[in-house]
């Protein structure tokens, strides 16, 4: 799921991933030339390669950055939720309206998910780097999956709702939502995850 | 669907973009070259060109032809629906039902959506293609947006629900499903599900209770 951060004070190494990211979420990978980043980061050709080895290097390196960026934002939201709430229904509710806000708050519109860029391309993408992005899509739904069975515990459905589907949703709605901003060039993202909030909230919460 | 072509140039021009959607939802548009097309449909290159002078208009006709399957598709089920159904949200649902087995019907390996993909790689694309693209998200939005319109006069949702966000919710539902079906399995799985997922949602807002 994709979160992007503000870095300040990068170094080269992150000036280079950087402008890396922009343009293969603007072009894709194929279309982001080693010389393009080179000029973007203003750096020269060793420079580049003294960082990575080879385009490769730099695709991993990109997608493991992304991952744990989101990872950890995510992780961030509940630790403030856990503090505050202890009713898991309401704990997953607000982590839901957090992560809303944090879409919103972004300065531009979310430049796009990394995972989903690199989907749309994998067949020129190592089993490796593959691999990564699906371990990474398993591993947030199931930690949405982990927080679903502690509200099951507790509140009865009101619908028959299969709990790693409605694990999902989240990560749907995030993906669709980032493709219909980039392709309407608009900012949906962060409403479409309240509407997650409030399926959830229908499913547990009786009329 | 626009019926198989019939002239020979017709034929020829189908099949090459059939391979090129395949090719560009499976590795990019940039990826994706002339050459390899000319020896998938057994062409010269000089007969690709007679279609396709320039790349460009290879994608313009790829996102044509996208729009006008899925508008037509959409237009087929959402007719039968409709004739099958007297109470509107009956029959949106039903029409969601039907379009969804028209997607677990599609051997459209690996999953995913031309739009989507052509949207991750924007940049690539002449302005007037991008705005077809964005046309096609828009009108589709809009024509969810109407049904739900019609179901509210009828059924009034709950309040807490803004029925642009929902129409939109149709969009996104398909489109993440894709990226996470892309990148788990290889298998289009989640897209079904969360279309379901999105059925019950729109009974739950409309008919509570």
Redesign the interface.
Known sequence: MPITGVTKGVTTRERIMDGAEAAILRQGFAATSIEEVIAAAEITKSGFFYHFKDKHELAKALLERYIDHDTRIMGELFAKTDALIEDPLHNYLAFLKLLSEVMDDLPDRHPGCIVAAYCYQDQIFSREIRELSREAMLRWRNLFRSRLDLIAQRYTPTIPVDLDVLADLTLTLVEGGIILDKAIEGRFLARQILLAREFVKLVFQPA | MSGAPTSRGAQTRARLLELAEAAV???????TSIDELIAGAGISKSGFLHHFPEKSDLARALLERDIEQVTSVLAQVFAEADAAHDDPLDATIDGLERFSRVFAADPNT?P?CL???L??????LEDAHRDL??GA??ARRKAMRARLERIAEKHPP?A???LD??A??A???????Y??D???TQQTL?VG??L??YR??L???FQ??
């Open positions: 939802i499976s590795k990019g548009y940039a990826s690996p995913g739009i989507a993909s949207t991750y790689q924007q940049a690539l693209l964005a998200v828009l709950r807490s629900v803004d966000d929902l939109d919710m969009v996104t539902v398909v489109q993440g499903g990226v996470i892309r990148v788990r989640v599900q969360q379901a997922l019950s949602f009974r739950r807002v509570p209770g």
